[in-house]
Each structure stands twice: as C-alpha cells, then as structure tokens.
C-alpha cells in the first residue's frame, strides 16, 4: 500500500502539472545557430541555391515523395520509440492536383496545416534590410500574439532568386516556433487534431496555443522508473519524431537537386535538436529530487496543494528567466561579435559525438538533464529572489523581466552575471555540438 501510495502521488503531480513553462527552449534561434553554422567552412564556401517555394517542390517531387514517405513511416513504427503511426488515410498520394498539394503534405507529415511558409530571410542583429521588402512578424507565424518577434527584421525573398545555404539554414532554425506544431492533439480544438492519431495532449493544457506544441519540444527520456510507471505520458514526446523526419526530407532534398529545401528543412531539424540542450525541455521540474515530488503531492492529495502549486510556478518562472537572460544577452553579443565569449563558445569546434539514431535521446538531452540540477541552482543563486523564489509572482510579461539585467547586476553584480554566463556557455557549447553533428550526418 505505501508504495502505491507512492507511485500514484507521482502520477498526480505530473497528471495535474499545466505546464505553464513557455514551450520556446531558446528565444530567437538565429541568434545561436549563425556563429555555430558560420564557423563551418564547408557551408560558408558552398554556392548559393535557387530559392524554391514548397508548392513547386511538392509538384516536382511528388511521385518520389510517396514512396519516401511510406519507408519513412516504415522506418519510424520500428525505429522510434512511443511513435504513434500515422492513421490510415492520411498517407501523401500522387493524386496530381496541384491546388490541394501543400495541405496534403502538411497533414502526412502531421503539422498544422495552416503555417504560412513563405520565402525570407530573418535577420540578424547587424544584418541591414538592403533595400528588401520587410515582411511583418504576423505574416509568418499562426500565434495569434506575434510580439515577441516584434524586435527582428524579416525580408522577402523571390522564387527563383539565388541566397547562400547559410542564410537559409539560419532562417529554417527559428520557424518550427511559428506554429508548426500547435492544435495537433485530439483536445486542441481543431478539426486536423482529431485526425493525426497522436491521442490527447499528454501534458500541459490543452486550451492553451502555445502550450500545445510542448510535446514536440520536450523530451523527458531519464525520469526514473518510478516515475515512468505511474506517468507513462511523459514518454509521449516527439522531439525525435520530427528530428529524424526532418533529416530524412533534407537527405531526400538534396539527392533529388531541390538545394534550397535541402537546407531549410535540415533547419527545421536543427531546431528540435537545439531544443534538448536546454535542461527546462528535458526534466519536468528541474532540480527537485523524485522524493520531494513524492511528498508536495501527497500533501496535494491531502487536501493541501500548496506545495505542489508553488513549484509548478516556481519552475515556471526560472524558464522564463533563462531564456529571455540568453535573449538578451546574445542580442548584446552581436554588438562586440568578435570577441565576445558567448560567440567564441558557439564557434569552438568542441569535441563532436557522432549523430545517430539515439543521438537526442542518448546525447543531448542525457548531457542536458544531467545540467538541469546546476543550471536550477544558479538561477536561484544569482538572480533576484522576486523572480526564481517567489511563487506568488508571475514572471511572464513582468516589468521586473523587462529589465532583467539591472535586476541581476543589482542583486548579484558582476560576479553573478559572470557565473551566469559561464553556466550558458556550457549550454551553448552542447548546442553547438547538436548542430555540427546533425550538419555532419547530413551533408556526408
């Protein structure tokens, strides 16, 4: 009885846990992904490809890709572990109709089919529009609150016009953000999730849009058995899933001559990769040991949930925190690009692992949620009190986040801010890592 009484206060906390956390692990991927992919010579020499939009990809690949898609989905139902198969009838068939072919695509490959794929380039901090025409952020993305991409320009680009692999690849890294994955659970609300086979959401909630792609951003892949025996959605995750789908269709791009989709959607897998080197996507409650899980939701179960609130918020609030300080300061970064640490670490060709199957399961997220217990212990170390102590305080949309960094130089000085960026060099030491390797498999 004690020990069901254990595994079933588990489940409770995972169960009941909203997954507040923003479902982003890194703001404005770009800002990360240039100095890694500039730093490759391989790329940065490689000519420029024609700029391609999927309808004519899809309308020039489509009896190839009928065939690529069925040994993919082969390949998964073997390969990828807690995969759920794609339902019958949503399979991509040759059916020749050119006006329905980009919404046929995007439901086999189960994202929401309303993302808006146009052709441009996001650009950087010192990258100047050059007489482009400027897209609006809410041209690009399905969220409904486009503001948190208020401060980056977008440019347009042509079909038909050339732009160099790397200016691709970096645009590619941010776009899975844009609403690839929103609504596509049976709860979400939209008539496309009751039709993907992937069940109901299996945490967080389900009325929320962002909220609803954290499943495919996250990948909780090292909770202990105990946990896993009483919350087994936490192994509904589906990083892999579009890492490994991604990879294929880059490879498939690329020995069919479409260059320019080649790239994009290598970046596209970049972006999931890059997600698992941020400990908040790879550990529930970074930082709290299964036995105080155990005992703030018996407690919960008792009537006093108290406990069990506070840290949900808690762990909430220390994720906003750690992606809005790598925000700000890589946006800073770009003001002394060539000396800055932040940049030297993401340019360091560090010791590379190999890409495989497991490789995010195995590499990634192992050396990312063996971080997360540091990384936790820092933020409440060096940052104000307000921000990672308080669970009456929301983080998100505060003016004490606005300022963020007067807030730590305040409380913390120097010496914090130093400790703080030591710790995000690490981090973006294994993320630059996930990005050569993933570049490495493809290219060769």
Not at 55 to 65: A, M, N, R
Request: glycine fraction near 6%; include cysteine.
């Amino acid at each position: 009885m004690k020990k069901y009484i254990k595994l079933l206060s588990i489940a409770v906390i995972f169960t009941t846990i909203a997954f507040p956390l923003k479902s982003k692990a890194w703001s404005e991927h770009p800002l990360l992904a240039y100095p890694v992919l500039s730093s490759i010579p391989d790329l940065t020499n490689r000519n420029a490809v024609e700029v391609q939009s999927l309808k004519s990809f899809l309308i020039k690949e489509e009896k190839g890709l009928v065939d690529f898609l069925k040994k993919y989905e082969e390949w998964a139902k073997i390969n990828l572990p807690n995969y759920a198969p794609l339902p019958q009838g949503l399979e991509f068939s040759n059916t020749g109709n050119e006006s329905d072919i980009v919404f046929r695509f995007l439901r086999a490959l189960r994202l929401n089919p309303n993302i808006k794929l146009k052709l441009y380039l996001h650009l950087l901090p010192n990258q100047q529009v050059d007489g482009r025409n400027t897209i609006a952020p809410s041209e690009l993305t399905t969220l409904a609150d486009a503001s948190s991409l208020s401060q980056i320009n977008y440019v347009e680009l042509k079909e038909g016009e050339m732009v160099t692999p790397l200016d691709v690849l970096c645009t590619a890294n941010d776009e899975p953000d844009y609403g690839f994955d929103l609504g596509l659970f049976e709860d979400n609300g939209t008539e496309y999730g009751k039709t993907y086979g992937l069940g109901v959401q299996p945490f967080g909630d389900p009325k929320l849009d962002y909220g609803s792609q954290a499943p495919f951003h996250m990948g909780f892949y090292h909770e202990s058995k105990l946990v896993y025996a009483f919350g087994p959605f936490l192994k509904k995750t589906y990083p892999e899933y579009r890492i490994s789908l991604f990879k294929a269709l880059s490879e498939y791009a690329f020995a069919t001559g479409n260059d320019y989709w080649g790239w994009r959607f290598m970046g596209w897998g970049m972006h999931y990769l890059g997600d698992l080197s941020m400990p908040y996507h790879t550990a529930p409650l970074p930082g709290m040991s299964t036995a105080r899980m155990i005992w703030i939701n018996l407690k919960a179960m008792l009537g006093f949930p108290k406990s069990k609130n506070d840290a949900i918020q808690l762990v909430s609030n220390k994720h906003y925190v750690l992606e809005h300080y790598q925000w700000l300061v890589m946006r800073e970064a770009y003001n002394n690009y060539n000396t800055n640490p932040l940049i030297e670490a993401l340019r360091a060709e560090t010791l590379i692992i190999p890409y495989s199957d497991n490789f995010a399961r195995n590499v990634i997220s192992k050396i990312s949620v063996d971080r997360s217990r540091k990384v936790d212990k820092a933020l409440k170390t060096y940052c104000p009190p307000l921000l990672v102590k308080d669970p009456s305080f929301e983080a998100s949309n505060s003016k004490e986040l606005d300022n963020l960094m007067e807030q730590i130089n305040s409380y913390s000085g120097a010496a914090g801010v130093e400790r703080l960026n030591a710790l995000l060099i690490e981090m973006l030491q294994t993320y630059s890592m996930s990005l050569r390797s993933y570049y490495n498999t493809i290219i060769k």
